[in-house]
């Protein structure tokens, strides 16, 4: 049966494990085979786990596949045992390589510069609620045993993986991209795996923005028109745009705002990782604070939003077109040189530019609060935050960062939108701002706020879903 060519003393010894050791696996295996066919498929691991405290992510479908000798989607006794010997030997080498004295302890300091090595500053204090997690007799260390039995079922095995539940940007993608880049170690940029990263983020950016293009669409309308628009509610304003374009016109601008995330996510990285380097000088291995990263980040997006500032005015004014005003992308930009000149590529980058500082910092500063208050409070028997606190922490920083910078990016949409003859004068960012609060108030400042929050949401749960499935088929964090 199941424990046929295993259960033997010589095997025990060959492989270096304690026999006693053997003799548990081979009770817990027969209590995790609820239904006792000798076999242990995803869902009685699950529950199994569940009923011993651990709730690890996606953790049994990782055991099952890393341990499916022989691919039947199930664990016998010998694929059960093998995994666990196996993985007990990377956690080994894992916990040598972290034990820096090698006094076979890890305290609070060697957990602490562990993670800043790999970009993920945190305080003595917070270290320490890391080590409690672990610290089973209450000795303010943990030793192999401790840190074995935390991580045996847990598919973790180094602190690069740790680390990388707190890299949030690329898989959140609710129509801008003004957040500061996430941080890569050296081995993940020369193992190809920060482009695999970048390219799952801009497939799950493409879907989700192609899923709520109509209240895209809506809120630039409300945005430009403003009172005058006769899309005042959301449910007429798709209405009426439906009426006069059918049901395809929802969707327009919508190639171009798609197109702009390769460019402009690959620009914003490559410029990122440059001014690190300029900022760092000569201290190559040093990490950069928050306060640093902010500065980086505000930079590396002011250069790719440069770079890529043409098709935003495509964007709008493609979103905006009526029906047969413009037959493509390559047509609305013939239009606008011929009748308004280059520079008319560049209408409303001014307050662009500038709305990146308040939604660059308020996002990070939000983002690291937010961390901070889950390593403080909540970092007993994991150290993965789960999929909820990732995606609200995302989601809450960035909106914080969009309601700040909203009123500089209306005021930049409707300088984008103002079609002109050359020589024609044109209204300035302050003069729009006047005769906005002069003629709706401060609040006509927030025009077009409702449709964009309405869609934060759908956003982030079809870019979440689709960015974890292209992460799979990418082969990243796997």
Known sequence: MWRSGCWTRARCQDSGVDPERERLWAELFEQLDLNKNGLIDVNELRVGLAARGLSWSSVEEQIVRAGDINLDG???????????????????????????????????GEIQQSLHNLGVDVTLEQAAKILQSMDKDHSLTIDWFEWRDHFLFNPLHNMEEIAQYWKHSVMLDIGELLTVPDEFSEKEKQSGYVWRQLMAGAVAGSVSRTGTAPLDRLKVFLQVHGQSSDKG???????????????????????????????????????????????????????????????????????????????????????????????????????????????????????????????????????????????????????????????????????????????????????????????????????LFRSIVAQEGVVGLYRGIAPNFLKVIPAVSISYVVYEHMRKVLGVGT
Not at 93 to 108: I, W
Not at 325 to 348: P, R, T
Request: one cysteine or more; glycine letters at 10%.
């Open 74 to 108: 199930q664990l016998d006794f010998e694929e059960f045992t093998e995994y666990l010997r196996s993985h007990e030997k990377r956690l080994k080498l894992m916990f040598r390589s972290l034990d820096r004295n090698n006094d076979g302890q890890l305290d609070v």
């Open 233 to 431: 509610t959301v449910w007429r304003g798709l209405h009426a745009m439906v009426k006069e374009g059918g049901l395809t016109a929802l969707w327009r601008g919508n190639g171009i705002n798609v197109l702009k995330i390769a460019p402009e996510t690959a620009i914003k990285f490559l410029a990122y990782e440059q001014i690190k380097c300029l900022m760092r000088g000569r201290n190559e291995g040093g990490t950069l604070k928050v306060q640093e990263r902010f500065v980086a980040g505000s930079l590396a997006g002011a250069t790719a939003q440069t770079v890529i500032y043409p098709m935003e005015v495509l964007k709008t004014r493609l979103t905006l077109r009526k029906t047969g005003q413009y037959s493509s992308v390559a047509h609305c930009a013939k239009q606008i040189l011929q009748k308004e000149g280059v520079l008319a590529f560049y209408k409303g980058y001014l307050p662009n530019m500038l709305g990146i500082i308040p939604y660059a910092g308020i996002d990070l500063a939000v983002y690291e609060t937010l961390k901070n208050a889950w390593l403080q409070r909540h970092t007993e028997g994991s150290p993965d935050p789960g999929v909820l606190v990732l995606v609200g922490c995302g989601t809450v920083s960035s909106t914080c960062g969009q309601l700040a910078s909203y009123p500089l990016a209306l005021i930049r949409t409707r300088m984008q939108a103002q079609a002109s003859v050359k020589g024609a004068p044109q209204l300035s960012m302050l003069t």
